[in-house]
């Protein structure tokens, strides 16, 4: 009998081989798409501007004056304000890491992309720099150098978010910064902070991979071996070959040495991370009074920060309460334990008892902003995708672009800043409780931004707006219906309400129990059915036009499952609310969550899955609405509750 062809496919070395030969494929077509500087234009043909440009270097990088001559010359061709320069001689595992977090193609056009460079030497247009404030002074136009590479990286990060549609990258041909050694591991720790990566997590899952490689290449015979060849390969596969607009000074050893290079530079990371705190320096002081402060406060206890049980419904003002869950704060482990409670008549579910104004403060404090505020901006920036559907969904509606659009809770402003690219003639306002709105009207992602509380502003700017958004911000209020008064208020006769939350009646919500990440203790104070805000929105004058489920839905529950019980089993260590974190707690929070890095890719796997349903089946964890006000003699503010 004939066996199978495929009966000696190792198929976990096999699917290991296609996802290496895959990665390899696409970061060569993205190094062909990475411009090439021209050389500068002669005096015939008309010198480029210099005036108003910046070039920003790292120590000991030199730039000639041609090279800055000709990306002058090309950012104002392209219409660019901050361009990354790329050394023809980059180092092979650094061009290879770029090329793994940037797709050259779309990296001008995604607003919310992060910035990313080599970290050598980048070119800024002196209005940018002011905007963001960076500080030149006594520097000359041409250059302003002497700084770390993880310096001048978080710097590229910090200005694409001031030049969202206009930064962009070209290797400079004459750019060298010679045959460098593999950088130390605090150096390398530093590096991939600066670009919003946790050094601790990718040393980890460095090691699993070459471990993992080791195994198929000793255990699964020559397709083993082909896969941990082809990782032995890349870097030649990638960057090699006549024509290939990099040519790294360390490509043959790069090449010959790339299992150990790595494995050395993932175990010297890994020890730098269990060596020293996440904050260092000047963070370090910092962290130090923020620790002193939350101390005091905490000396107070946090009971006060509760009001007491209330004993009926908010919302329908029935009695027949009961506990839907009970969980500690597992976002930021600060101290307290809080209950959501669900009526039986109207499902709606609410914090109970709620906290108070001060309580609030307390647990948002270095979230959103502070020491979690980079975090958080990290997390918007990814929903690109989602922000554009929101703002995609008013398309059947109307026929006009709106000409003013007021997104309540807005946090860093990054929904106004994708939703641009779909409406850019609209003038987007935004408005917060925190400091991150004043960020986004300095990086021009909103028009102006409003800081308070949303019925402050209910006089103020009445009648002003086309279209007011509150996406995952109902469920944060201490008074939903008070702001879907503000709302109707604000928004100018047959303007549009477009509101996003969490749907407390989704199946994963009874699957996951306490660890469902929508539930999001302390913060989300109200979570409500459907039916129930339909009947709201009614009761002030609006028509319903919309309802998304599925296009909704927030691929989460499984991921933010593994994560609320990781941070519950393993809190950060260098938290400020919490005791002097030990050396030996360190590496313990450490191994916790190296060891759920399988349990992520899992969740990871499945939240792909469910979310492919979601999308079938218009089910998910959040609903959209959008609404029309049709009638401006609605409910009086206060008037059905």
Not at 164 to 184: E, F, K, Q
Not at 334 to 352: I, M, S, W, Y
Request: aromatic share 8%.
């Amino acid at each position: 009998m004939t066996p199978p062809p495929f009966h000696r496919v190792r198929w976990t070395s096999a699917l290991t081989l296609a996802a290496l030969g895959a990665g390899t494929v696409r970061a060569r077509r993205r190094l062909r798409t990475i411009p090439v500087l021209p050389a500068p234009p002669t005096a015939a043909e008309g010198l480029p501007r210099a005036a108003g440009w910046r070039l920003l270097t790292a120590r000991g990088v030199e730039v000639n004056p041609a090279t800055f001559l000709a990306a002058c010359a090309h950012a104002d061709r392209e219409g660019l304000r901050v361009l990354d320069l790329l050394p023809a001689d980059l180092g092979a595992e650094r061009a290879l890491g770029l090329l793994r977090l940037v797709d050259p193609a779309g990296y001008r056009q995604d607003r919310l992309a992060e910035g990313r460079g080599a970290g050598y030497a980048v070119l800024v247009a002196e209005e940018v720099l002011a905007r963001a404030g960076v500080d030149l002074a006594g520097s000359g136009p041409g250059g302003a150098g002497g700084r770390e590479p993880a310096d001048l990286l978080a710097l590229i990060r910090r200005l694409k978010e001031y030049a969202a549609d206009s930064t962009g990258m070209a290797i400079a041909p004459a750019l060298s910064v010679g045959r460098s050694g593999d950088p130390a591991g605090p150096v390398r720790a530093a590096e991939l902070r600066a670009q919003g990566l946790p050094p601790g997590v990718l040393a980890g899952a460095q090691l699993a991979g070459l471990a993992a490689l080791a195994g198929l290449a000793g255990r699964q015979g020559r397709w083993g071996a082909a896969a941990a060849g082809l990782y032995w390969l890349q870097p030649y596969l990638v960057l090699g070959g006549s024509g290939a607009p990099l040519r790294p000074a360390d490509l043959p050893g790069a090449t010959v040495i790339r299992p150990a290079r790595s494995l050395g530079a993932a175990v010297r990371t890994a020890a730098a991370v269990l060596r020293t705190p996440a904050e260092d320096g000047a963070d370090a002081g910092a962290g130090a009074g923020r620790a002193a402060a939350y101390r005091t406060e905490l000396a107070f206890g946090t009971e006060r920060f509760l009001e007491p049980r209330r004993t009926d419904c908010p919302w329908c003002g029935s009695r027949r309460l009961s506990v839907r869950v009970r969980v500690p704060d597992l976002l930021q482990g600060k101290p307290g334990r809080f209950t959501l409670e669900q009526c039986a008549d109207c499902r709606h579910v609410f914090q109970n008892p709620r906290l108070t104004p001060d309580g609030l403060e307390f647990y948002y404090r270095d979230f959103y902003d502070g020491r979690g505020g980079e975090g958080a901006g990290t997390v918007f920036g990814r929903l690109g995708d989602s922000y554009r559907a929101r703002a995609e969904m008013l398309r059947p509606h109307t026929v006009d672009a709106p000409a003013s659009w007021l997104d309540v809770g807005t946090g860093h402003g990054h929904f106004c800043n994708a939703a641009r690219a779909v409406w850019p003639d609209t003038r987007f306002d935004g408005l917060d409780m925190g400091d991150g709105v004043g960020g986004a009207e300095r990086r021009g992602w909103v028009e102006t931004g409003f800081q308070g509380q949303f019925p402050e502003f209910a006089e103020k700017l009445a009648g002003r707006y086309e279209v007011v958004s509150m996406y995952h911000y109902l469920e944060h209020t201490r008074d939903p219906l008070t702001e879907l008064d503000t709302a109707a208020a604000v928004l100018a006769p047959g303007g549009f309400l477009a509101i996003e939350l969490p749907d407390p009646e989704s199946r994963m919500a009874r699957l996951l129990g306490s660890a469902w990440l929508p539930w999001f203790q302390p913060q989300h104070q109200h979570l409500m059915p459907v039916s129930n805000l339909r009947g709201a929105l009614a009761d002030r004058g609006f028509t319903v036009l919309a309802e998304e489920h599925g296009p909704a839905h927030q691929g989460n529950d499984f991921f933010g499952a593994v994560a609320l019980t990781t941070t519950r089993l393993a809190p950060d260590p260098d938290r400020p609310w919490a005791p002097p974190a030990t050396r030996r707690g360190r590496a313990l929070a450490h191994a916790v969550r190296a060891a759920a890095l399988p349990c992520f890719a899992g969740a990871a796997a499945l939240d792909a899955l469910r979310t492919a349903v979601a999308r079938r089946t218009d089910g998910g964890n959040a609903y959209r609405l959008l609404a029309r006000l049709d009638d401006r003699r609605g409910a009086a503010p206060g008037e059905d509750r």
